[in-house]
């Protein structure tokens, strides 16, 4: 896409700029100013907007800040005096106010540029109208600017048919289909939607630059018989730099079934890594720049590192957020998952006051997004901790029904029917979370809940093998060790058992019977918890 104003033309993608057949010489912050300033030209920009975008939140002295406006100003024959095109608005901010034509081939010649995309409220799943009737409409048309509260943009281009057959466009058209659907139940993700992906059917790059998503999905399919090979792959647009890549080999049995299963995978697999991504990306902003979707963020990789000090701060960042924007939803979420593990994995004191502020926190999450699966997943486990089983089994069976692809909401929900001693059906759903998301920050947990409910089963062999699973997980938490302990201690397996009580106690040194205990207070089924109980009494572990 190129800007074009005057007799100037700005491409973005070539980072040039031209005055008729003359390239003008910019330097890369300058011309990433001026691109800024003419990409939100329907609004005011102030110059934390300008540091948060140009210098990606680094502390930067006024003079510096200035000197690139400045010399913007210059390369576009314009003057501090003049202020024609980049107008300064005192103690505010600056804007472009020139005249700008949008199109590919605007040439500033007067030739009449080509209709660009837009995106809209309309075309973007799950957005609210209201809260975007502020939005210029040049926030809506440019870059960052669809990227609102923080929240990370993504867009899934069409995926090519490579099957040398034009009959099988409406395959590789129906997977790009199920994958945007299926990312836009992820309510943390700013998905763009179809009529503005399929606008840029095999432009890659235009895409990146018209739409100004953060992160691009795109991939091919190439269909032959009966058998189908999908590739897909997820990467940055601003630095080109690929995030995820898979490849699917299937056999079309059950076409519809097929591509349900495949759709679902890649979406699964996409949205932790956009997560991941994205808690990277926080970390290298400055704190004058963070705002409460920044803080939140900073939460969750607290929150995903699984220690007692991450949890406290991960508690205090999700606060601040909440303070910052008193509507965030997801922090409300996270927060009370993060108390509620507190009480079970940390030092904190399980009681009923902790418990009834989780609650009312995950209520107030729940309140504010009743359509977010991953919200009303750790309101679920809230109402387990308060051992309101009904209820919590009904929130964690509607956060799969809002999102089939949420991973945890499997293992949330094989965890609830273990402690209701319907073991048979909870083991399919740990399988499930564990297909969905084989490399989540969390696949810890899906593989030790497993283990806990082989141990409820008496399938003390399986019970092992599962835990053993768990703790070969990076970060794994002490309780994956615990349950290895526990069914060791029946199946009375001498050596293997001196070596995970070692790794137990490694990890938690003080771990005894009455510990467990009291971090079990959840458990349904007394016989369950005396079961457990008694496998670390059998291994040796104290009183």
């Known amino acids: 896409m190129q800007l074009a104003f005057g007799d100037y033309v700005l491409n973005g993608a070539r980072r040039e700029l031209r005055r008729g057949s003359e390239q003008i010489a910019l330097e890369p912050q300058v011309f990433d100013v001026l691109l800024y300033l003419l990409q939100n030209r329907e609004r005011l ?56 034509r949008i199109g590919r081939e ?60 034009p009959e099988q466009e409406y395959f590789s058209d129906g997977i790009t289909d199920d994958i945007i659907t299926a990312l836009s139940k992820y309510r943390s993700l700013v998905v763009i939607a179809r009529n503005s992906s399929f606008a840029f059917k095999g432009d890659v790059r235009g895409a990146g630059l018209t739409l100004g998503t953060e992160y691009l999905v795109e991939g091919s399919v190439r269909r032959i018989g009966q058998r189908v090979r999908i590739n897909a792959q997820l990467a940055e647009t601003e630095r080109g730099r690929q995030l995820w890549a898979e490849r699917y080999d299937r056999d079309l049995q059950d076409l519809f079934q097929v591509q349900d299963e495949i759709t679902t995978t890649i979406a699964a697999r996409i949205e932790p890594e956009i997560g991941a991504a994205e808690r990277r990306r926080v970390e290298r902003k400055a704190v004058p720049a963070l705002h409460a979707w920044d803080f939140f963020r900073f939460g969750t990789k607290h929150f995903y590192k699984s220690t007692a000090a991450d949890n ?109 001693g319907r073991i048979s059906e909870a083991i399919p759903y740990f399988q499930r979370a564990i297909e969905l998301s084989p490399y989540d920050p969390l696949r810890w947990a899906f593989y030790s809940y497993g283990a806990l409910a082989h141990i409820f089963a008496r399938k003390f062999e399986l019970a092992c093998e599962w835990a053993q699973r768990a703790t070969r997980v990076p970060n794994a938490h002490y309780w994956a060790f615990a349950h290895r302990v526990a069914a060791l201690g029946h199946l009375e397996y001498s050596e293997d058992l001196r070596v995970a009580i070692g790794e137990l106690l490694q990890r938690k040194p003080d771990f005894t019977c009455s510990f467990a205990r009291k971090r079990l207070f959840y458990v349904k089924n007394p016989d369950q918890l005396e079961l457990y109980l008694d496998g670390l009494g059998k291994a040796g572990i104290p009183a």
């Open 45 to 100: 920009v102030t110059k934390n907007d300008l540091i948060a975008a140009v210098w990606k939140g680094r502390i930067v002295s006024e003079s510096t800040l200035n000197s690139r406006i400045a010399a913007a100003r210059k390369a576009v024959g314009d003057s501090g005096q003049q202020q024609a095109l980049i107008k300064t608005y005192a103690r505010k901010g600056f804007r472009f106010v020139g005249d700008v």
């Open 106 to 165: 605007a040439d500033g010649n007067g030739r009449p540029p080509e209709q660009t995309p837009t995106v809209s409220a309309e075309s973007i799943p799950g957005a609210d109208v209201d809260s975007l009737a502020d939005k210029a409409p040049g926030q809506l048309n440019s870059g960052a600017a669809l990227n609102w509260d923080g929240r990370a943009s993504v867009v899934v281009l069409p995926f090519n048919n490579l099957s040398g057959d």
């Open 312 to 420: 406290l701060e991960a508690q205090r960042l999700f606060r601040r957020a909440i303070e910052l924007d008193p509507n965030l939803a997801d922090a409300y979420g996270y927060l009370s998952y993060a108390i509620v593990l507190s009480m079970i994995y940390f030092e904190a004191e399980p009681n009923e006051a902790r418990v009834t502020e989780a609650i009312a926190i995950g209520r107030k999450g729940v309140e504010l997004d009743d359509q977010d699966g991953l919200i009303r997943f750790m309101y679920g486990r809230a109402l387990l901790a308060g051992k309101a089983y009904g209820d919590a089994l009904a929130e964690l069976e509607t956060a799969i029904e809002l999102n089939p692809c949420l991973a945890v909401g499997y293992c949330g929900l094989g965890d609830s029917l273990a402690y209701e």
